[in-house]
């Protein structure tokens, strides 16, 4: 296939709904990614990587081991359902604060799927089972690791994070997961700082040679 | 006194253990667990891949790449094997710390 992929806007875009609705909180953009992710876990993950993460298509598509015209099609869909559903949980709290008094006459909520958007499900509420380990710990290791090496070890994070999630509870899984991150920070770094220091000393061995 | 090709850390030297007590299945997650079993203390990724890489370039171990998997994101595996070279390595190291544990008692500090 020899047409390009076209690129897609980053931006979420979320406040080209109607000119004069306000930028959306990260706290709403990130509830909104919670939710989407107890349904499609590879929507969620397009999100992450590509709107906090700052990936482009082609870097999405060969995190997730997939095509990019998978990455976009998924990335339209999940934006879309996103701007719906950070909209309704905005006109919630407002509806929230006015009738703070009333009781309520029902807790519960009504949650669509990006494909299927008047489906409806309690049980996906009742069973969240998300097996997904805090984005913002793994993205510190993008800043660390080469491309090579961070699909691998983050590989290795989100395998064990899946066993202890199983074993225990999320709070327990996240520590573990937020741990391991800050205690692999260090010995990264300094790998990485002996390797530039060795590039470093090398090139001057090979200046004083040369002149 | 015929000196090791090449010097191995404590910790290399239980990285390079712990790949052999894995077998065929050593990897990333197997060799962590295997490290912490035995040591009993934390291990972390970094510490591990940053001493697996030394190791590797020190010529000790090789690896390859496995197949993707849904459990790890769509993200492949790192095997790793421990070469014939570092086998021998890790046999005189251990010759060497129990000839270290006779002298010890020789000399009534042990």
Known sequence: ?211 | MKKPSNYIGEFEELVLLAILSQGDNAYGVTIRQALEEATDRSITVGSLYTTLSRLEEKGLVQSWVGEPTAERGGRAKRHYKVKGSAQSLLKEVQAARQRLKGLETVGGIG
Not at chain 1, 148 to 172: Q, T
Request: aromatic share 8%.
């Open chain 1, 1 to 211: 296939m020899n047409e390009q992929i076209p690129t897609d806007d980053l931006d979420l875009d979320l406040k080209g709904l109607e000119s004069n609705e306000p930028v959306p909180s990260f706290l709403a953009v990130h509830e909104a990614l919670e939710r989407l992710a107890d349904f499609d876990s590879v929507k969620a993950r397009i999100v992450e990587l590509r709107f906090f993460g700052g990936l482009s298509t082609e870097e999405t598509a060969e995190v997730l081991n997939i095509s990019q015209e998978n990455v976009l099609r998924n990335w339209k869909l999940a934006r879309t359902w996103m701007r719906r559903e950070i909209l309704l949980a905005e006109s919630r709290a407002e509806d929230s604060l006015v009738r703070s008094k009333e009781p309520q006459a029902s807790s519960t909520r009504q949650m669509t799927s990006p494909e299927n958007p008047h489906d409806t499900s309690q049980e996906r509420l009742a069973n969240r089972a998300p097996h997904r380990p805090p984005f913002n710990a793994e993205y510190l290791l993008y800043f660390l690791l080469s491309k090579k090496d961070r699909k691998i070890l983050i590989g290795d994070l989100i395998e064990e994070y899946g066993d202890v999630l199983g074993r225990f509870n999320k709070r327990r899984a996240d520590i573990w997961f937020y741990k391991q991150v800050a205690g692999s920070l260090l010995p990264l770094l300094r790998h990485s700082l002996l390797r530039l220091g060795a590039l470093v000393w090398l090139g001057r061995v090979l200046r004083r040679l040369i002149s």
